[in-house]
Structure formats: structure tokens, C-alpha cells
């Protein structure tokens, strides 16, 4: 049994938590998951993130988004740290349950590392390849779906939730270059990552969602 990894990528207030929700709800009210399990072709469905995906990555989290700590954090530290996040929880979680043969629907991947730390923070992006391939062993979604929507429609969401992170709190023009990292990686990659239109209310967006998924699990469920 092959399990199967949906990532969803997107920048600040892009809707992928609501989306992820939307999207088990679906699956499991539509008796998709059920008869999936029946059939032998998924042994569950499970929901999980980056950063915090494991306990140790739930104390990771903290320090990247809501670290107490005055210091500034240096960038390559931060990127480190998603880093040592991604190895435990690739190790730990995702490869274990994907080889039992579970559905994995995560909020965010490697391409955030990518769109964030390469073309937000201007790191090198050859040196990010290099710590995605060594934290990830090599494990690539089988599907990224980028909730793409306006920087500023994005931010203002995320400031009606109340209290910012550390990386909400960062200028517009590091968003604006947060989006242009995954325009340009969805463009590279576009068997693997489907562009969703973001800007649009949460049932539009969903159905969206749903219409790939449909063409895709037609696929992989044979």
C-alpha cells in the first residue's frame, strides 16, 4: 500500500489551515476516505504541518514564531532551524505513516523554504536545494496545492486574527518577494504544484481544491 503527500503552500493569509479543514471534511463526509480504507488503497487520513508537525518541532515553532527571546534571529539560524523541523518530522512522522499507507495532508513543505527563506531573505537557493534534499531524504509531495493570493489581501487577513507572528511582522516588499518565489516554482514545477486562486471567498476556493483532487485520486486509485 502507497501512501500519498498533499502539500499546501501559500503566504500570509492565504487560507491553507481553513482549506485543509474544508478539505478533510469533505473527504470524509463524501465517504471518500471510507471507501479509500475499504478498498485497501489508503490505510487513513491524517493532518499535520510545518513548522510542528512533531513534539520537538511543536518547541521549534515556538522559537521561529513566537520566540521570547529579544535577540534577533539571523537568517540562516532560522533557516536551520526549519531545517532540523523538517528532518524529524520527515523521519519521525511523515515517511513512517506514508510507507503504512496513509493519505498526509500538510500545511506547508519545502517549497516555503524555498519561496521564504530563498526569495524572502535572499539566502542562496542552491544552498537551500541542498538542506531540502538532506532534511527531506528525498520525499517530494505527490501534489502541492499554492493557495496564490494578493500580498496585501493576505497580510490584512492575517492581521484580523489578532496577534502577529514573526514572520507576519515582516515588510510587504519581503511578502511581495515570498510570492514571486512561489510564481516562479510553480512554474518550475507544474506537474507537481497547482496553482489556486486564493483571493476568491472560502467555498469558491474549495471547490477549486476539490476539482483537483477529484482528477487527481482518479489517478492514483485505480
Given at each position: 500500500?502507497?501512501?500519498?503527500?498533499?502539500?499546501?503552500?501559500?503566504?500570509?493569509?492565504?487560507?491553507?489551515?481553513?482549506?485543509?479543514?474544508?478539505?478533510?471534511?469533505?473527504?470524509?463526509?463524501?465517504?471518500?476516505?471510507?471507501?479509500?480504507?475499504?478498498?485497501?488503497?489508503?490505510?487513513?487520513?491524517?493532518?499535520?504541518?510545518?513548522?510542528?508537525?512533531?513534539?520537538?518541532?511543536?518547541?521549534?515553532?515556538?522559537?521561529?514564531?513566537?520566540?521570547?527571546?529579544?535577540?534577533?534571529?539571523?537568517d540562516r539560524t532560522e533557516?536551520?532551524?526549519?531545517?532540523?523541523?523538517?528532518?524529524?518530522?520527515?523521519?519521525?512522522?511523515?515517511?513512517?505513516?506514508?510507507?503504512?499507507?496513509?493519505?498526509?495532508?500538510?500545511?506547508?513543505?519545502?517549497?516555503?523554504?524555498?519561496?521564504?527563506?530563498g526569495y524572502g531573505r535572499?539566502?542562496?537557493?542552491?544552498?537551500?536545494?541542498?538542506?531540502?534534499?538532506?532534511?527531506?531524504?528525498?520525499?517530494?509531495?505527490?501534489?502541492?496545492?499554492?493557495?496564490?493570493?494578493?500580498?496585501?489581501?493576505?497580510?490584512?487577513?492575517?492581521?484580523?486574527?489578532?496577534?502577529?507572528?514573526?514572520?507576519?511582522?515582516?515588510?510587504?516588499?519581503?511578502?511581495?518577494?515570498?510570492?514571486?518565489?512561489?510564481?516562479?516554482?510553480?512554474?518550475?514545477?507544474?506537474?507537481?504544484?497547482?496553482?489556486?486562486?486564493?483571493?476568491?471567498?472560502?467555498?469558491?476556493?474549495?471547490?477549486?481544491?476539490?476539482a483537483i483532487i477529484r482528477?487527481?485520486?482518479?489517478?492514483?486509485?485505480?
Amino acid at each position: 500500500m502507497q501512501g500519498r503527500f498533499i502539500g499546501f503552500e501559500g503566504g500570509e493569509g492565504s487560507g491553507k489551515t481553513t482549506q485543509i479543514a474544508r478539505l478533510q471534511q469533505w473527504l470524509t463526509e463524501s465517504g471518500t476516505i471510507e471507501r479509500l480504507m475499504a478498498q485497501g488503497q489508503i490505510s487513513q487520513l491524517l493532518i499535520t504541518r510545518e513548522p510542528g508537525g512533531t513534539k520537538l518541532g511543536q518547541e521549534i515553532r515556538h522559537l521561529l514564531l513566537h520566540s521570547p527571546i529579544e535577540e534577533p534571529m539571523q537568517d540562516r539560524t532560522e533557516l536551520l532551524l526549519y531545517a532540523a523541523d523538517r528532518v524529524q518530522h520527515v523521519e519521525g512522522y511523515l515517511k513512517p505513516h506514508l510507507n503504512q499507507g496513509a493519505l498526509i495532508l500538510c500545511d506547508r513543505y519545502t517549497d516555503s523554504t524555498m519561496a521564504y527563506q530563498g526569495y524572502g531573505r535572499g539566502l542562496d537557493r542552491a544552498l537551500i536545494e541542498r538542506l531540502n534534499t538532506i532534511a527531506t531524504g528525498g520525499l517530494e509531495s505527490d501534489l502541492t496545492l499554492w493557495l496564490d493570493v494578493e500580498v496585501e489581501v493576505g497580510l490584512n487577513r492575517a492581521k484580523s486574527r489578532g496577534q502577529h507572528d514573526r514572520i507576519e511582522q515582516a515588510t510587504l516588499a519581503f511578502h511581495q518577494r515570498v510570492r514571486q518565489g512561489f510564481t516562479e516554482l510553480a512554474q518550475k514545477f507544474p506537474q507537481r504544484i497547482r496553482r489556486i486562486d486564493a483571493n476568491q471567498n472560502q467555498a469558491a476556493v474549495a471547490e477549486q481544491i476539490q476539482a483537483i483532487i477529484r482528477q487527481r485520486f482518479a489517478e492514483w486509485y485505480v
